[in-house]
């Protein structure tokens, strides 16, 4: 089992930054890819980036191409989100997830353990 725990989350004014984390417990995170998602209110969780486990490889959604960056250290058991220029519309709670494929997954059903999130507010 790997325990994820997400914190850096906060209120924020748009065009501000924020940098979320994401500690793991249990296991290491060496052995598997790690993405972020993201769900407001009324909304299905949707998928914001991947970091691939065998080289660091990142996939962003359109939403948030050349805004936000996901990165790891393997050696603090940590998976980082690194959100700048935030808009309004990228308000809700995100979470941290982890999947054991090697393979690419934009689908939450996809991915073994999952945070608790943390809540991101962007106002105008």
């Known amino acids: 089992q790997v325990q994820l725990v997400e914190s850096g989350g906060g209120l924020v004014q748009a065009g501000a930054s924020l940098r979320l984390s994401c500690a793991a417990s249990?296991?290491?995170?060496?052995?598997?890819?790690m993405g972020w998602f993201r769900q407001a209110p009324g909304k299905e969780r949707e998928f914001v980036a991947f970091i691939s486990q065998r080289d660091g490889a990142t996939v962003y959604a359109d939403s948030v191409k050349g805004r936000f960056a996901i990165s790891r250290t393997n050696a603090k058991n940590a998976t980082y989100l690194q959100m700048n220029s935030l808009k309004q519309e990228d308000t809700a709670v995100y979470y941290c997830?982890?999947?054991?494929?090697?393979?690419?997954?934009?689908?939450?059903?996809?991915?073994?353990?999952w945070g608790q999130g943390t809540q991101v507010t962007v106002s105008s």
């Open positions: 249990g296991r290491t995170l060496s052995a598997y890819a």
């Open positions: 997830a982890a999947t054991g494929s090697l393979i690419l997954s934009r689908t939450p059903r996809d991915y073994d353990f």
